[in-house]
């Protein structure tokens, strides 16, 4: 496919994927039901390696370089390519995130991805096998050559890289551990926008599929302000649109099908003729929302070819390097388009959507939505009739502080382990390796299990549609089935209905949110229970910290609660998981056993919360936002 003239001139060297139009996140997209064309393929005409001055880079590949889907025998030449620190590359648990024009400067990922070998131990990776993938946005396809090139270079075996470089986050531990790979790599900004004027990620999962601990993610970073020299493979790009093996030496690519390894675990997990039969049904329709992000690669596949759903139940599912001009974070702001097909006259029966990477969903039902903090406590109420794989019932149940009190309920009536834990999925990944933990969750649109170790956002569309499929098997053509809003008003009927909402503002000045968090620090340091908060008396206030019971690790400051006597929560938190400024996030909660109270509008329900959460935190004197930018 030729490249367009205007992306040319922005990146000569890298071609589009299927367009050349730049991304806004401002603008609404509009639902597209496509007949999936093949992912756009093309021929690399990336930068060579130059030596003066020494920058690492992808090379480029004339079109009569061999056929990469026959294996190729060659001596291995490795480069030490001299290099100095750049600033700015603290690395997290999500990894690293930046605007890709950062990326692009000379070196810099390249010296990211050799100070991730400097920091693990040689039997981590030499002559092992590592997994390469990503959500197929923009600077995917130059990347995965550099960090192909740059592992060879450090002694690496083997890399098995998705089709395109597509492979969800999901996929990718899901593959680690089905071909015990020592880890790999996952090239994404989440649900962040895509293109050359917006994110760009990377992060390193270990070997049984989850994110690299702290204890990597530090030693990572203190690499990045040392490292002297970049060890690189003199080697051609690969062809990564073909599926096969390539060699060089000791060192070789395996291209692969991104879906097949993960929909074969979906299957052990699930029972799919129990699906088909809800699927297929012609009384049920359901819309699965890609945001022309990765799952698009995974819908057809699954939910067409093996669940029987009409193709026209996939919307947006082309993946696009510019996720097509659109923001993918499955919320009720940026799937707008979505929402209101399902909130529309004679909405679909359910919707779901996924992020940028995968790993994120988002539930609907007709005219309903389902809060993450909802879903992941009905997905665990309901989980050992409905989905095989936990026939024998949960081990546990977790989830993050700030997510509602939902899934404490399921765990206490199931008499079931329970945990809350800090927001990250790695502390997820501990207690899912000891074994004391199945199914877990965050308010941020996180669901997922122990079958993997990272957050699933198919997973979570096939445990509701599990779900609904056990509810309405016995009901024939003509009757009522019976919807997601009745699944859900039956869980709050028995467990109660905790009240929850979040608002997000984003890309506030960092000095401000900064400050604005110590001034509730200092507030809460001279709390006391029974101090009075308008008609709220305190329980408690702190700053919340967690030992971690399997490892004995501390994590602290992990946001700000205000707990009051009825239950009611207010938390305050810094997102760091944008590129730029910082996201406040204030997350309220009220819980209410009254039935019929259940119907109420939570944001009605919760506006004493949220009236008193804007006056402690002064939230306006200190960012100046008079609005979040999102509210779910």
Same mark, same amino acid.
């Given at each position: 496919m ?6 040319a ?7 589009s ?43 480029s590949?004339? +079109? ?13 030449k ?14 997290g ?14 070196n ?33 396809r130059?990347a ?21 470089g ?6 990718v ?5 089905k071909?015990?790979?020592?880890g ?26 989850? +994110?690299?601990p702290e204890?990597?993610?530090? =030693?990572?970073?203190?690499n990045t302000?040392?490292i ?5 493979a ?11 093996v ?33 699927v ?12 022309h ?6 819908a057809?596949?699954?939910f067409?070819? =093996?669940?029987g759903?009409?193709?026209d ?8 390097e510019?996720?097509g ?10 799937a707008?388009?979505?929402?209101n097909?399902?909130?529309?006259e ?39 009739d409905?989905?095989?794989y936990?026939?024998s019932g ?12 939902s899934?404490d309920r ?6 079931l ?5 800090p927001?990250?999925w790695k ?5 899912m ?11 941020s649109?996180?669901t ?6 990272? =957050? ?11 779900i ?17 809003a ?36 200092d507030?809460?340091?001279k ?40 239950g009611s929560?207010i ?33 009605i ?23 979040p930018?999102?509210?779910?």
């Open positions: 030729a490249m367009e003239s205007a992306l001139s922005t990146r000569v060297s890298i071609p994927l299927c367009s050349g139009i730049t991304s806004s996140h401002h603008h609404h997209r509009s639902l597209s039901f496509l007949s999936f064309p093949k992912l756009c393929s093309f021929k690399y005409c990336f930068r060579t390696i130059s030596t003066v001055p020494f920058v690492v880079s992808a090379s590949v004339s +079109p009569s370089s061999p056929s990469t889907s026959v294996a190729q025998s060659q001596d291995l490795i480069k030490s390519v001299p290099t100095k620190p750049i600033e700015g590359q603290k690395t648990t999500s990894g690293l995130r930046k605007k890709v024009k950062v990326f692009m400067q000379d810099y990922l390249a010296n990211w991805i050799q100070a991730l070998f400097n920091s693990l131990p040689l039997e981590d990776y030499k002559n092992g096998l590592l997994v390469l993938g990503g959500d197929g946005r923009y600077f995917n130059e995965a050559q550099i960090i192909i090139k740059i592992a060879a270079g450090n002694g690496v075996g083997k890399i098995l890289v998705g089709k395109d597509i492979l969800s986050t999901p996929a531990s899901a593959v680690i551990r071909r015990e790979a020592n790999g790599f996952i090239m994404s900004a989440s649900h962040n926008p895509g293109g050359p004027e917006y994110d760009w990620g990377i992060k390193f999962n270990y070997s049984s599929g989850q +994110p690299a204890s990597i993610t530090d =030693k990572i970073y203190g302000l040392s002297s020299e970049i060890k690189i003199d080697v051609p790009d690969v062809d990564l649109s073909q599926l096969g390539t060699k060089y030496g000791n060192f070789s690519v395996e291209v692969v099908d991104p879906v097949a390894d993960y929909l074969e675990l979906m299957e052990n997990v699930f029972d799919f003729s129990l699906i088909r039969s809800l297929s049904r012609p009384d049920f329709r359901f819309v699965f929302d890609a945001m992000a990765v799952t698009g690669a995974y057809k596949p699954i067409v070819d =093996k669940l759903a009409s193709l139940s996939i919307a947006n599912g082309v993946p696009l510019d996720f001009h659109g923001h993918p974070d499955p919320n009720l702001t940026y707008e388009d979505l929402v097909i399902l909130y529309g004679n909405g679909p029966d359910f919707g779901a959507a996924s992020d940028g990477d995968g790993d994120r969903n988002m539930i609907l039902g007709r005219s309903f939505f389902v809060t993450p903090s909802d879903s992941v406590a009905i997905i665990a109420a309901n989980a050992q409905a989905i095989p936990f026939q949960p081990k546990g149940l977790a989830r993050s502080m700030p997510t509602s009190g899934l399921v765990a206490q009536k199931l008499n382990p329970f945990f809350e834990v927001t990250g502390f997820f990944g501990n207690l390796d000891a074994g004391k933990l199945s199914i877990c969750g965050e308010e649109f996180g997922g299990s122990d079958h993997i170790r990272e =957050k699933d956002g198919i997973w979570a569309v096939l445990a509701w549609l599990s609904l499929a056990y509810r309405n098997k016995d009901k024939r053509s003509g009757e009522i089935l019976v919807s997601v009745d699944v859900v008003k039956e869980h709050w009927a028995t467990y109660g209905r905790n009240f929850f909402s979040r608002y997000d503002y984003e890309e506030c000045e960092s000095e401000g949110a900064n400050n604005m968090i110590e001034h509730l620090r507030l809460i340091s709390s006391k229970a029974g101090d009075k908060y308008g008609s709220y008396s305190l329980d408690f206030a702190d700053d919340f910290a967690y030992t971690d019971p399997v490892d004995g690790s501390i994590a602290s400051k992990q946001g700000v609660r205000f707990v009051f006597s009825d929560r938390i305050f938190r810094l997102s760091g998981t944008g590129s730029a400024g910082a996201t406040v996030r204030i997350y309220i909660e009220q819980f209410e056993p009254d039935v019929s109270k259940h119907d109420m509008d939570a944001q329900a919760l506006k004493p919360l949220i009236d008193l959460a804007l006056s402690i935190s002064k939230l306006k004197d200190f960012t100046g936002r008079e609005k930018t999102v509210i779910t």
